[in-house]
């Protein structure tokens, strides 16, 4: 059963510090999604790639946010330095659009992030 | 810009019961899909349901329904015999067939069955 994974699962760390989360998505999924879920703000969209390329990352601080695509198997996320506004789960999610796909998109199990 | 509101912040229902979540949207657009999201307390987002616009007929998944009114842009979600573990928080998406394959999310309803 095809899944997106995302690593860590939890991650705690100290304000400054660079914090990088990692996202697998499913096999031949073209477009890759990053969300960050938070009480107060709901899901808000960061970033999100088609083939590869970065397509809108407008949802993103981009003065400290980043994110990359190295190859179809990683997409990742990276906050430097980061700040105790930051702590919020954050999700990756991959999709196919065409007729098999539909226009879902799957999400992985998130990475919670505290920074302190 | 699309818009999309789920008037129903939270929701309980008796195990076994039928429970309606609402879900009404806001575009011009006309191909379109719409999509019902399950987050259960584990977190995990999980595809429950979805819709094309084009199709007429009302999509199913098991227990799993949707009442799609086009015209009204209406996009409620029918569970029937509900189960415990179909407490969760349910979210509503939107994504237009053109452009850029974002959804557009509804702010959720949190539904709690009882046993």
């Known amino acids: 059963d095809a899944r997106v994974t995302q690593t860590p699962r939890h991650k705690v760390t100290e304000m400054g510090q660079e914090v990088t989360m990692r996202c697998q998505p499913i096999?031949?999924?073209?477009?890759v999604f990053w969300y960050r879920q938070t009480m107060m703000q709901g899901l808000e969209l960061l970033a999100y790639?088609?083939?590869?390329?970065?397509?809108?990352d407008s949802g993103m601080p981009k003065d400290r946010f980043s994110a990359e695509m190295p190859d179809a198997t990683l997409a990742t996320l990276k906050i430097q330095p980061s700040e105790p506004r930051d702590s919020a789960v954050y999700f990756c999610?991959?999709?196919?659009?065409?007729?098999?796909?539909?226009?879902?998109?799957?999400f992985g199990p998130g990475t919670r992030l505290t920074v302190l | 810009a699309q818009t999309v509101t789920q008037s129903q912040p939270e929701m309980s229902v008796q195990e076994a019961e039928t429970v309606t979540l609402s879900c009404t949207y806001d575009?011009?657009?006309?191909?379109?899909?719409l999509f019902w999201y399950k987050q259960p307390p584990s977190r995990q987002m999980i595809l429950v349901i979805r819709?094309?616009?084009?199709?007429?007929q009302n999509a199913t998944e098991n227990r799993f329904s949707v009442n799609f009114q086009k015209a009204a842009k209406s996009f409620s979600l029918k569970i029937s015999d509900s189960q415990l573990g179909d407490t969760a928080m349910y979210f509503c998406?939107?994504?237009?067939?053109?452009?850029?394959?974002?959804?557009?999310f509804g702010t959720g309803t949190r539904l709690k069955v009882l046993a």
């Open positions: 999610a991959s999709g196919s659009l065409g007729a098999s796909g539909r226009g879902a998109q799957y």
């Open positions: 790639f088609r083939n590869r390329a970065p397509l809108d």
């Open positions: 575009t011009s657009e006309n191909n379109y899909y």
């Open positions: 819709q094309e616009a084009y199709k007429q």
């Open positions: 096999l031949g999924h073209n477009t």
């Open positions: 998406a939107f994504m237009k067939l053109s452009g850029t394959y974002k959804y557009i």
